[in-house]
C-alpha cells in the first residue's frame, strides 16, 4: 500500500484474480500466489493477509524462486519480476527458469529500468552523462557501489553479457545520445533473453512523446498462446499511453509503442516475411507470437487478422479453418483460436 492509501501491485494483482476466479467457467480453478520480498516483508504479508491462496516469502528473488518452483512442473507458471534496483536481478536465473521442464507453460514480465542501468554504466566506466536532459524519472538505484570493477561485474551480470560495454563507448564518443543508448541496450537484452524463451515482448513505458521510457515491461515466453494475450493486453495499455501522450487529440497516423510512424503496407509485407520462412501451414496464434516477437508490441492480434484476410483475399495467403463451415453450412469467418476451433494460414 502506498502512503496516500493506494493499493499497490501485490493488492492490485490479488484483486484480479478474485475476480477471475469468479468469473471463470472452469469448476475447480485455483491460483496461488507468492510475493518474494525482501525489505518490506512485515508490511507486504499485514496488506495482504485476507486473501486466500496468498503468501509472502521474506528473501531475494533470485535465491528464492527456485526452491518455490520446485513440483510445479505441471502447473502454469506466470512470474512478475520487479526488482529493487539496477543491479539486483542477475540474468543468469533466466536461464535457469527456461530450463525447466514446465508441462504447460511459464511466462516471466520483468519492470527493466533501462535507462538507469545506462546512468549506472556511465557511472562505472566513468563516462560523463548528461543529467540535463535526464527529467523526472529515473530512481536512485541505493546498491550502487564505488567500486568501479565491481559494479562493471555486476552490470555484466544483470546484462547477461558485455555487449552493454560498446553501446556505453559509443555513447561517450559522441556516436548515438542517450536515447539510442537506452534503446539499443533493450533490444540486446532482448536478444539475450530470446536465446532462453522462444516469444519475447518489449514495451517501454512514456508518459510523454519523446521522452525516455520510465521503464520497460519485457515479456518472455515459450507458450505462443501466452505470448498472444500479453500482445493484446500491451496494446490495450498502449492506446491508454497514447490518450495521455496527445492529451486525448487524435493522432492522423498510426504509431508503434516508440511512437514511430507505421505504413499498414509495409505491415503486409513483414507478415508475408514470416509466412515465406514456413512451408506448410502455421497455426495462427504461433504465427501472431513469431510476428509480434519480430516486430514489436504495434498491432493487436484482431488488427493484424484484418491485415491477413486483405492478402488471402489478394491471393497471398490461404487459410484452414476448422470446422470448415458453420452449423447452418455457411463457410466459416473466425479468427481466433479456441476449444473445437482452429485456423491455419501458409503463403500461396
Given at each position: 500500500m502506498f502512503d496516500d492509501g493506494n493499493p499497490g501491485s501485490p493488492v492490485i494483482a490479488l484483486e484480479i484474480i478474485n475476480e477471475s476466479?469468479?468469473?471463470?467457467?472452469?469448476?475447480?480453478?485455483?491460483?496461488?500466489?507468492?510475493?518474494?520480498?525482501?525489505?518490506?516483508f512485515e508490511e507486504l504479508r499485514n496488506n495482504?493477509?485476507?486473501?486466500?491462496?496468498?503468501?509472502?516469502?521474506?528473501?531475494?528473488?533470485?535465491?528464492?524462486?527456485?526452491?518455490?518452483?520446485?513440483?510445479?512442473?505441471?502447473?502454469?507458471?506466470?512470474?512478475?519480476?520487479?526488482?529493487?534496483?539496477?543491479?539486483?536481478?542477475?540474468?543468469?536465473?533466466?536461464?535457469?527458469?527456461?530450463?525447466?521442464?514446465?508441462?504447460?507453460?511459464?511466462?516471466?514480465?520483468?519492470?527493466?529500468?533501462?535507462?538507469?542501468?545506462?546512468?549506472?554504466?556511465?557511472?562505472?566506466?566513468?563516462?560523463?552523462?548528461?543529467?540535463?536532459?535526464?527529467?523526472?524519472?529515473?530512481?536512485?538505484?541505493?546498491?550502487?557501489?564505488?567500486?568501479?570493477?565491481?559494479?562493471?561485474?555486476?552490470?555484466?551480470?544483470?546484462?547477461?553479457?558485455?555487449?552493454?560495454?560498446?553501446?556505453?563507448?559509443?555513447?561517450?564518443?559522441?556516436?548515438?545520445?542517450?536515447?539510442?543508448?537506452?534503446?539499443?541496450?533493450?533490444?540486446?537484452?532482448?536478444?539475450?533473453?530470446?536465446?532462453?524463451?522462444?516469444?519475447?515482448?518489449?514495451?517501454?513505458?512514456?508518459?510523454?512523446?519523446?521522452?525516455?521510457?520510465?521503464?520497460?515491461m519485457i515479456h518472455a515466453t515459450n507458450h505462443a498462446k501466452g505470448c498472444v494475450l500479453m500482445n493484446d493486453n500491451m496494446c490495450k495499455r498502449w492506446e491508454a499511453l497514447q490518450d495521455l501522450q496527445n492529451q486525448g487529440q487524435i493522432s492522423l497516423f498510426f504509431e508503434d509503442v516508440e511512437n514511430k510512424t507505421i505504413n499498414k503496407e509495409v505491415v503486409q509485407k513483414e507478415i508475408l516475411d514470416v509466412m515465406s520462412s514456413h512451408k506448410d501451414y502455421i497455426e495462427i496464434d504461433v504465427f501472431h507470437a513469431k510476428f509480434v516477437s519480430r516486430y514489436g508490441v504495434r498491432f493487436s492480434t484482431s488488427e493484424i487478422c484484418k491485415e491477413i484476410d486483405h492478402l488471402c483475399n489478394t491471393n497471398k495467403l490461404e487459410v484452414k479453418r476448422y470446422p470448415e463451415t458453420t452449423e447452418t453450412g455457411k463457410p466459416s469467418k473466425f479468427w481466433t483460436t479456441s476449444r473445437g476451433k482452429k485456423v491455419k494460414v501458409r503463403c500461396l
Open positions: 476466479l469468479a468469473n471463470t467457467n472452469f469448476k475447480q480453478a485455483i491460483i496461488k500466489s507468492c510475493f518474494i520480498e525482501l525489505i518490506h495482504i493477509a485476507k486473501y486466500k491462496n496468498a503468501m509472502v516469502i521474506s528473501g531475494k528473488y533470485e535465491d528464492v524462486i527456485e526452491q518455490q518452483l520446485k513440483g510445479k512442473q505441471s502447473q502454469n507458471v506466470f512470474l512478475y519480476i520487479d526488482p529493487y534496483g539496477v543491479k539486483s536481478l542477475h540474468f543468469s536465473i533466466f536461464g535457469k527458469l527456461s530450463r525447466k521442464n514446465f508441462l504447460h507453460s511459464i511466462e516471466l514480465l520483468i519492470n527493466l529500468n533501462s535507462f538507469g542501468f545506462i546512468r549506472e554504466a556511465c557511472s562505472a566506466m566513468n563516462v560523463k552523462f548528461d543529467i540535463d536532459d535526464l527529467g523526472e524519472i529515473f530512481e536512485i538505484d541505493n546498491t550502487s557501489s564505488s567500486n568501479n570493477q565491481k559494479s562493471i561485474d555486476d552490470l555484466t551480470k544483470v546484462a547477461g553479457g558485455e555487449y552493454w560495454k560498446g553501446i556505453i563507448e559509443d555513447y561517450k564518443k559522441g556516436l548515438i545520445d542517450g536515447y539510442e543508448a537506452e534503446k539499443q541496450f533493450s533490444d540486446k537484452y532482448c536478444e539475450k533473453l530470446s536465446e532462453k524463451f522462444e516469444y519475447v515482448l518489449n514495451m517501454p513505458i512514456r508518459l510523454k512523446k519523446g521522452q525516455r521510457p520510465k521503464y520497460r
